[in-house]
């Protein structure tokens, strides 16, 4: 069993920063990737970035050059810093574990950019 706690959201102007973070516990593999979905209202979860336990970094093309992901393996924390946010970008934000071909989720950290 895994759990995900996630932290760091909240409201922001646009063009402001946040950090989320999400901290994993449980049966952790030491190879995982680790990463954030988002969901606006009314939208269907999308994918945003991912970092492998090798330190590889994918992105969303809507947020590169913008966000930055990171992992701290021997705390099974990952970090989203997200920079130069917009409007559109609110939405719940979702930590995602996947290893061994399972996939496991925080429960959800809602971030608001105001115009």
């Known amino acids: 069993q895994v759990q995900l706690v996630e932290s760091g959201g909240g409201l922001v102007q646009a063009g402001g920063s946040l950090r989320l973070s999400c901290a994993a516990s449980g049966s952790i593999s030491s190879i995982n990737d680790m990463g954030w979905y988002r969901q606006a209202p009314g939208n269907q979860r999308e994918f945003v970035a991912r970092?492998?336990?090798?330190?590889?970094?994918i992105f969303d093309a809507s947020v590169k050059g913008r966000f930055t992901i990171s992992r701290d393996n021997a705390k099974n924390t990952v970090y989203l810093q997200m920079n130069s946010l917009k409007p559109e970008e609110t939405a719940v934000y979702y930590c995602?574990?996947?290893?061994?071909?399972?996939?496991?989720w925080g429960q959800g950290n809602q971030v608001t950019v105001s115009s």
């Open positions: 995602n574990l996947r290893q061994m071909g399972y996939n496991s």
């Open positions: 970092v492998t336990s090798s330190g590889t970094t």
